[in-house]
């Protein structure tokens, strides 16, 4: 059983560059079915490892070079259910954007299937390895694919600049973890997660584990969109193709926060284990500034892809926040919001994918009204909308309350605050959208018209006229925003998650069970029921986001009665923040620098 | 050697970033993240690198001989291959962006200011 470790890396990395090869002399059916079975097969394989992993988690070493007296020679695969299941999520989502590009393309080569395949084969290993430099170099692989993706359209202008931002942003990132990794074994010796753990236990965590820590978080929250390193994701996902800009908000961006929970728990929770408060502090911090600015920024777009990419910003800070709680139940908070979040994040754009494909613009205010013909996507539009929103019962609410309950169990209760605001207001700006482009609510001329052109198709992806919509891409988008009401209602889903993410912050398990090949069993915890006050919260986040979207479509009287003393400074805030976007790489990187060194310094400060 | 080596490749990675963040041109962006890159190398065969040891190569020579790590000299192999992905991929953009833009000052670069 525990053979078939490496497969689902294996199958899209090996059928990846096949495609390349055959690609442009095989018929278009073969290309899409040989992508196709490659994910599903993938996804399968994924599957079956999380269900294995489910009775204990186990190590794969490649070659059989299995540890001798707890000390690592080769490589592994360290599968736990956490890492498999989203291993399963990220290959089923990659499986959803396949199906959808079936259609959305009218020229398509074999080059989008092999480099979503690579793509695929990056993000499934990232989450399934057990070694620290092979998760950078997994990092490495999912990244070039995705640059490669952002740049798809590559004769016109906006992807370009947008694929060279990410790029060099996340190159950055990239380099960082390099010299992370670099300190973490000039102090320990060891590559593999368990093995540095273990080798950091017991030692005070020195100038120089915290230099490791920051460099190594620094690089995978730049992947996160942890703000100040959050510009590159804006600019991506407004030019990327909308299969691709599902894989980026739906599970990529999340993966660096994985990847900062399972560096945390198996590296740096033993030597830290006294400077917990700090920790928490530090990066609740980080989380707060992403989820506000994110969702200040959601609210102020008037191009709806980038609207939902800063929706994705203000979401990822909610799961910081989450993971930086440093429980058990923020991790399973975190993994059932990201999976509630991803789908309906990723349904989301395949409804604006359906808008631009037929209207050729993705402006708000271009689309008033003619939204009509298409009414199905208007109630998808609206159900994910409500569904950022938190509302109750469903997967994102389940989320958010075990959030708010690990919040409350660590005394940070004033998190709920901004838990709220920020599904109030990326749930309220998408119901917006939905009211303008659906219902023509709300006055005809938006602010700053001259962002209406940045909106616009500079070259169509699609040739055939677009009088129809293929039904593909509504049945796709349908079928996630049904796994997003369901996922969470389905009877041992939440509890399953919230034992699996207890034995995922169990550090000296996850050693037990890499390095020596214990047998460890996920431990039984009570139920944890959500209270009443967890249903006040939600609704209360619904009503703010239909609220906030009342405001957007018909608030302008209301905001001209504003006294100037509030209005002008709003303004100019607005403004300023519009400004800091600025497009420029020279200013994303001055603002990376900034950040990286100012939570370096503050670690270093805090955590001594 | 001591913290030698370290001290340039801390110089090499805030210099590097000093030119990504100052360039007029997208050439010599990418070029500077390249520099920020050789960072890297230097910090991790400085790790490796031992005095008086010879090259890793244990086919002909007494296995009692020191060696330097040759783990970090696979890193750096995987690192420069690394580079070399994503240094050219930047470069094939950024002659693109010539011909779209017409200039490669990233100040001309305005379809994404917000």
Avoid at chain 1, 385 to 398: K, R, W
Avoid at chain 2, 24 to 31: D, E, K, Q, Y
């Amino acid at each position: 059983m525990t053979h078939i470790s490496a497969l689902p890396v294996l199958v899209p990395f090996l059928a990846g560059p096949l495609l390349v090869a055959v690609g442009q002399f095989a018929p278009r059916w073969f290309n899409d079915s040989l992508a196709a079975a490659a994910a599903i097969a993938s996804a399968g394989l994924c599957a079956l490892l999380a269900v294995h992993a489910a009775g204990h988690p186990f190590p794969y070493w490649m070659g059989g070079w299995t540890p001798r007296y707890g000390t690592t020679i080769g490589i592994s695969l360290s599968i736990d259910l956490l890492g498999a299941g989203l291993a399963t999520f990220s290959a089923l989502l990659v499986c959803a954007a396949l199906l959808y590009a079936l259609r959305y393309f009218d020229a398509i080569e074999g080059l989008f299937h092999a480099l979503m395949l690579l793509f695929m084969a990056g993000m499934v290993g990232f989450c399934l390895t057990g070694d620290l430099f092979n998760l950078v170099v997994f990092f490495e692989l999912m990244s070039a694919a995705a640059y490669a993706l952002t740049a798809y359209k590559v004769e016109e202008r906006g992807p370009l600049q947008g694929a060279i931002n990410f790029a060099i942003t996340n190159s950055v990132g990239g380099y960082a973890m390099f010299i992370g990794v670099g300190l973490l074994y000039a102090r320990t010796g060891a590559l593999n997660m368990a093995q540095i753990g273990a080798a950091l236990d017991g030692h005070h965590a020195d100038w120089l584990v915290i230099v490791a820590m920051v460099l190594l978080f620094g690089g995978f929250l730049t992947k996160a969109a942890a703000v100040p390193l959050h510009f590159w994701l804006a600019d991506a996902h407004a030019v990327a193709p909308i299969p691709v800009c599902v894989l980026f908000s739906g599970v990529m961006v999340e993966l660096g926060v994985y990847a900062v929970a399972r560096l945390y728990w198996q590296l740096f929770a033993g030597s830290l284990a006294a400077h917990e408060v700090g920790v928490r502090a530090v990066f609740v911090g980080l989380g707060v500034a992403t989820a506000l600015l994110g969702g200040v920024m959601c609210f102020l777009q008037r191009h709806v892809k980038r609207l939902l990419a800063f929706s994705t910003i203000s979401h990822v800070g909610m799961f910081i926040c989450g993971v930086a709680l440093l429980t058990g139940k923020g991790i399973a908070g975190v993994g059932t919001y990201v999976v509630g979040h991803g789908l309906t994040k990723a349904a989301l754009f395949m409804c604006a994918g359906v808008l631009l494909h037929r209207f050729a613009t993705i402006d708000e205010y271009d689309l008033r009204g003619r939204g009509r013909e298409v009414p199905l996507v208007g109630v998808m539009m609206a159900v994910g909308g409500l569904l950022l929103a938190a509302l109750p019962p469903f997967t994102t609410f389940m989320g958010k309350s075990l959030l708010e309950e690990s919040s409350s169990a660590v005394g940070y209760n004033w998190l709920i605050a901004v838990y709220i605001f920020g599904s109030a207001i990326t749930g309220g700006a998408v119901l917006r959208v939905v009211g303008r482009v659906f219902f023509a609510w709300g006055p005809a001329q938006g602010p700053r018209p001259a962002k209406a052109r940045m909106a616009r198709e500079e070259t169509s992806e699609q040739r055939a006229p677009r009088t129809q919509t293929p039904p593909m891409m509504l049945i796709v988008p349908g079928a996630l925003l049904v796994g997003a009401l369901g996922l969470g209602l389905l009877p041992g889903a939440v509890p399953g998650i919230d034992r699996f993410a207890a034995q995922f912050v169990q550090h000296r398990a996850y050693a037990a069970w890499v390095l020596h090949g214990a047998h460890i069993h996920p431990p039984i915890l009570p139920a944890s029921h959500i209270s009443a006050d967890d249903y006040g919260y939600s609704i209360l986040s619904t009503l703010g986001a239909l609220g906030a979207a009342g405001l957007g479509l018909f608030g302008r009287r209301l905001r001209r009665a504003l006294p100037r003393a509030i209005a002008v400074p709003g303004a100019s805030v607005a403004d300023v923040l519009h400004g800091l976007h600025s497009g420029h790489i020279g200013d994303y990187i001055t603002w990376w620098t900034a950040g990286v060194s100012l939570v370096g310094g503050v670690c270093l400060i805090v955590l001594r | 050697m001591g913290f030698f080596p370290y001290f340039v490749a801390a110089w090499l990675f805030v210099i590097g970033l000093w030119g990504v963040i100052s360039s007029r041109n997208l050439v010599r962006t990418v070029l500077c993240l390249v520099v920020v890159q050789a960072s890297t190398y230097l910090v991790l065969l400085g790790i490796g690198y031992r005095a008086g040891a010879k090259a890793p190569i244990v086919a002909d020579i007494p296995t009692t001989s020191r060696l330097v790590d040759p783990v970090v000299q696979v890193l750096v192999l995987t690192d420069i291959v690394i580079e070399a992905t994503v240094a050219a991929l930047l470069l094939a953009l950024v002659v693109q962006a010539h011909k779209r833009f017409g200039s490669v000052n990233p100040d001309d670069l305005r379809p994404l200011r917000d």
